[in-house]
């Protein structure tokens, strides 16, 4: 079965850092552009980052660029998203993708929860 | 950045209803489009791809076309596990933006 499992969620401080991790299993991973979704409370989606196959080319909303990094083990099914200086708006289910074809995103995780509040 | 705009963010229709919901692009993204549908709590579910290709497993009432600026998704007849939220996203460029959403309710 093709799934997209999301880790590392949880509550942090503004300006605090945490890293969302989310392991892939039934596929090939290392074949697949992969992305990551996220969605505030209440609210519609929104395209963070992706990065290519190999992981040579990244790719990032300037709502996220300079303090987001996306990355990914081929080795290990995992694909990851570093969050530094994070903020209130920032607050939001995130979801990591499996990009098909012409990039539409095919399968999901279940989301993992990020809120930044003191 | 290419912008989205659904239109209407907001639907009350019933059962057995035909519904279309409209997607226009900022600048031509040609037929790099695709449709998701999103129930409450839910991941967002891959509809329609390329404007019109549905999806393997997706119920033929589903329809997409359009091609440059504007596309539609259209349900010829809606059924209960139809009402949700409905995202079209640009597959042209990098942000890969999705449109504000369009929540179908039941009438």
């Known amino acids: 079965e093709v799934q997209l499992l999301e880790s590392g969620g949880g509550l942090v401080q503004p300006g605090g850092s945490l890293r969302l991790s989310c392991v892939a299993s039934?596929?090939?991973?290392?074949?697949?552009?992969m992305s990551w979704v996220r969605q505030a409370p209440g609210k519609g989606l929104e395209g963070v980052s992706a990065i290519s196959s190999s992981g040579d080319h990244t790719y990032y909303s300037d709502s996220v660029k300079g303090r987001f990094t996306i990355s990914r083990d081929n080795s290990r099914n995992t694909l990851y998203l570093q969050m530094n200086s994070l903020r209130g708006e920032d607050t939001a289910v995130y979801y990591c993708?499996?990009?098909?074809?012409?990039?539409?995103?095919?399968?999901w995780g279940q989301g993992s929860l990020v809120t930044v509040s003191s | 950045d290419i912008q989205l705009t659904q239109s209407p963010s907001f639907l009350s229709a019933s059962v057995g209803d035909r519904v279309t919901i409209t997607c226009r692009a900022s600048?031509?993204?040609?037929?790099?489009l695709a449709w998701y549908q999103q129930s409450p709590g839910k991941a967002p579910k891959l509809l329609i791809y390329t404007a019109s290709t549905l999806q393997s497993g997706v119920p033929s009432r589903f329809s997409g076309s359009g091609s440059g600026t504007e596309f539609t998704l259209t349900i010829s007849s809606l059924q209960p596990e139809d009402f949700a939220t409905y995202y079209c996203q640009q597959l042209d460029s990098h942000p890969k933006t999705f449109g504000q959403g369009t929540k179908v309710e039941i009438k």
């Open positions: 039934g596929f090939t991973f290392s074949s697949y552009v």
């Open positions: 600048q031509g993204i040609g037929i790099y």
């Open positions: 993708a499996q990009g098909v074809r012409f990039g539409e995103l095919l399968v």
